[in-house]
C-alpha cells in the first residue's frame, strides 16, 4: 500500500526519493520502501524527514503515533524502537515480540481480567511492535527461554502449534536467536524473573523488568550490570542456537 501522505509531501517540496534519501542519509531503496510498501523507519529518521518535508511525522506515520500499549509501558515502547540489540530473559511465556496473536490473546484473555476491548488494545500494540524486526536494519534479538514456556498450554492446543511454528519461522532470520534452558537446570538467582536489556544507537542501555502490577524502566548503570549478570547467568545455562531450534521443533510435534 503506497503512503499517499508521503508521496503528496514530496511532490509539495519537489524531492524525490534519491534527493530524500541523500538528505535523510539513507539508501535510496530504503526510502523508495516507505513510498510503496508501507515500512516504517527508525524514529530518528521520521523526525528527519518531517523536517525536510516540513510536515509532522505522525502526519506522515500515523501508526506509531496510534499508542494502544498502556500508558506506563509507552516509554519502554518508545525506547524498544530505538533498540540496536535486545537481550530478552523469560521464564514463564514466549516473550511478546515473538507471540502470535493467538497466543497474546490467550495470555491476556485468561481469567478475564481485563475487558474484552482493553485485551484488544493490548494484543494491537504488541503485534505493532514487532514491525521491528522486519525492519531494514533490525535489532539483534536474542531470547532465552525456559524449556516449560514451550510445554506449557496456553489458550488450546492449537493456538501452542502456531506459537511454536511462528517461533521456527522466526529464527530462521540470522538476526534472531532464540535458546532453551534445558528443563534440568536447577535454579538459580538469573532465573528469578523476566527482564529485558537493550542497547541504543549512542551505546547507551537500558532494561525493563516486569511484575503481577507493572513493568518498570531501569537506567540505572549499577541496575543494568546488575541485570547483566543476571543475563549471562541465564544466557550460559541456555543450550547453543541449534540445539534450542531442534527442541522447539521436538516440543512442537507434540502440539500437533
Same mark, same amino acid.
Given at each position: 500500500?503506497?503512503?499517499?501522505?508521503?508521496?503528496?509531501?514530496?511532490?509539495?517540496?519537489?524531492?524525490?526519493?534519491?534527493?530524500?534519501?541523500?538528505?535523510?542519509?539513507?539508501?535510496?531503496?530504503?526510502?523508495?520502501?516507505?513510498? #510503496?510498501? !508501507?515500512?516504517? @523507519?527508525?524514529?530518528?529518521?521520521?523526525?528527519? $524527514? %518531517?523536517?525536510? +518535508?516540513? *510536515?509532522? =511525522?505522525?502526519?506522515?506515520?500515523?501508526?506509531?503515533?496510534?499508542?494502544?500499549?498502556?500508558?506506563?509501558?509507552?516509554?519502554?515502547?518508545?525506547?524498544?524502537?530505538?533498540?540496536?540489540?535486545?537481550?530478552?530473559?523469560?521464564?514463564?511465556?514466549?516473550?511478546?515480540?515473538?507471540?502470535?496473536?493467538?497466543?497474546?490473546?490467550?495470555?491476556?484473555? #485468561?481469567? !478475564?481480567?481485563? @475487558?474484552?476491548?482493553?485485551?484488544?488494545?493490548? $494484543? %494491537?500494540?504488541? +503485534?505493532? *511492535?514487532? =514491525?521491528?524486526?522486519?525492519?531494514?536494519?533490525?535489532?539483534?534479538?536474542?531470547?532465552?527461554?525456559?524449556?516449560?514456556?514451550?510445554?506449557?498450554?496456553?489458550?488450546?492446543?492449537?493456538?501452542?502449534?502456531?506459537?511454536?511454528?511462528?517461533?521456527?519461522?522466526?529464527?530462521?532470520?540470522?538476526?534472531?536467536?532464540?535458546?532453551?534452558?534445558?528443563?534440568?537446570?536447577?535454579?538459580?538467582?538469573?532465573?528469578?524473573?523476566?527482564?529485558?536489556?537493550?542497547?541504543?544507537?549512542?551505546?547507551?542501555?537500558?532494561?525493563?523488568?516486569?511484575?503481577?502490577?507493572?513493568?518498570?524502566?531501569?537506567?540505572?548503570?549499577?541496575?543494568?550490570?546488575?541485570?547483566?549478570?543476571?543475563?549471562?547467568?541465564?544466557?550460559?545455562?541456555?543450550?547453543?542456537?541449534?540445539?534450542?531450534?531442534?527442541?522447539?521443533?521436538?516440543?512442537?510435534?507434540?502440539?500437533?
Amino acid at each position: 500500500m503506497a503512503n499517499e501522505a508521503l508521496c503528496v509531501a514530496m511532490a509539495a517540496k519537489g524531492e524525490t526519493v534519491e534527493s530524500l534519501a541523500e538528505k535523510v542519509r539513507v539508501d535510496p531503496k530504503t526510502a523508495g520502501r516507505w513510498l #510503496t510498501s !508501507g515500512r516504517i @523507519p527508525h524514529p530518528r529518521t521520521r523526525l528527519a $524527514v %518531517a523536517e525536510v +518535508l516540513d *510536515r509532522d =511525522a505522525a502526519e506522515l506515520w500515523p501508526e506509531p503515533f496510534r499508542r494502544r500499549d498502556l500508558p506506563w509501558f509507552r516509554p519502554w515502547a518508545e525506547l524498544e524502537q530505538d533498540a540496536t540489540s535486545i537481550r530478552s530473559y523469560e521464564p514463564l511465556l514466549v516473550p511478546g515480540l515473538l507471540q502470535t496473536e493467538g497466543y497474546a490473546r490467550a495470555v491476556l484473555g #485468561t481469567g !478475564g481480567l481485563l @475487558p474484552a476491548a482493553e485485551v484488544d488494545e493490548i $494484543v %494491537a500494540g504488541r +503485534l505493532a *511492535r514487532q =514491525a521491528i524486526l522486519a525492519r531494514d536494519a533490525p535489532p539483534q534479538l536474542v531470547a532465552v527461554i525456559d524449556e516449560v514456556v514451550l510445554r506449557r498450554l496456553v489458550g488450546d492446543r492449537a493456538v501452542m502449534a502456531g506459537q511454536l511454528a511462528h517461533l521456527l519461522r522466526v529464527v530462521e532470520q540470522e538476526h534472531v536467536q532464540v535458546r532453551v534452558i534445558p528443563a534440568e537446570v536447577s535454579w538459580r538467582t538469573g532465573l528469578a524473573g523476566p527482564f529485558v536489556l537493550i542497547r541504543l544507537p549512542d551505546g547507551a542501555e537500558a532494561a525493563y523488568v516486569d511484575n503481577q502490577l507493572r513493568g518498570q524502566v531501569v537506567t540505572e548503570s549499577a541496575d543494568i550490570a546488575s541485570l547483566g549478570g543476571r543475563w549471562e547467568s541465564v544466557a550460559g545455562e541456555a543450550l547453543p542456537r541449534r540445539r534450542s531450534i531442534e527442541l522447539i521443533r521436538e516440543v512442537a510435534t507434540t502440539w500437533t
